[in-house]
């Protein structure tokens, strides 16, 4: 299984809502190629291949939902009735250029074996919104807990909830604390503190915790 860490793109069903994916660290996430499916790349900022959702259904993980881009000679055969089904299901495809992710398969309810852990945004905070002091420290990190309003850690073992936590206020809090810190954004001292002050609101390392990032 591939191990994923770090950023990530996509979105998750919980508890009556959708939420970005913004990290994961773990195993058994869906992946297309294992199933004949080889999404072409995207020559589109903050876009990748593909793109899944998830959701969370009586204590279980399911892919519900994925969309990927495919060469147009590939949207073609699909509109033709001759594409790859996914988990028994026909794809749906635009063929229009313009639209992004074109070809989507929806309706699959397909558990995903994964291990590992999750955190989920919402209410992301755009830097055009931000005091200078919180703008310096956007500046150089781009974690889930400075850039979400509601922010939430789920772990998974073989695709099962075990745990949930709500570190929203948590979150806010620390925002809060950085903004009035006194060492200098982006120095050794302030990077260290950061990682202590974040291991004490997530259970999980999930990397590229500090790591200049671009402002929205």
Do not use: K
């Not at 002091?133 to 990190?141: A, I, K, N, Q």
């Amino acid at each position: 299984m591939t191990t994923f860490f770090g950023h990530w793109s996509g979105a998750l069903h919980y508890r009556e809502r959708f939420f970005t994916i913004d990290s994961v660290r773990g195993s058994g996430l869906f992946q297309p190629e294992p199933h004949g499916l080889r999404p072409q790349v995207v020559s589109i900022p903050d876009v990748g291949r593909y793109q899944c959702t998830y959701g969370v259904s009586d204590g279980a993980l399911y892919l519900e939902q994925f969309r990927m881009q495919l060469p147009y000679v590939e949207r073609l055969r699909i509109r033709a009735g001759r594409g790859p089904r996914l988990f028994g299901r026909e794809a749906s495809v635009d063929l229009d250029e313009g639209v992004r992710l074109p070809v989507l398969y929806q309706g699959l309810h397909a558990p995903i074996p994964f291990t590992g852990g999750m955190l989920l945004g919402d209410g992301y905070i755009y830097a055009l919104h931000l005091p200078e002091p919180m703008l310096e420290v956007r500046r150089h990190t781009a974690h889930t807990a400075i850039c979400w309003n509601e922010v939430h850690e789920l772990r998974f073992q073989e695709g099962c909830l075990t745990e949930a936590h709500d570190v929203s206020e948590a979150a806010a809090r620390l925002r809060e604390e950085l903004a009035v810190e006194t060492n200098e954004p982006g120095t050794p001292a302030w990077s260290e503190d950061l990682q202590q002050r974040l291991g004490r609101i997530f259970r999980m390392d999930y990397g590229g915790r500090i790591r200049p990032c671009g402002l929205r």
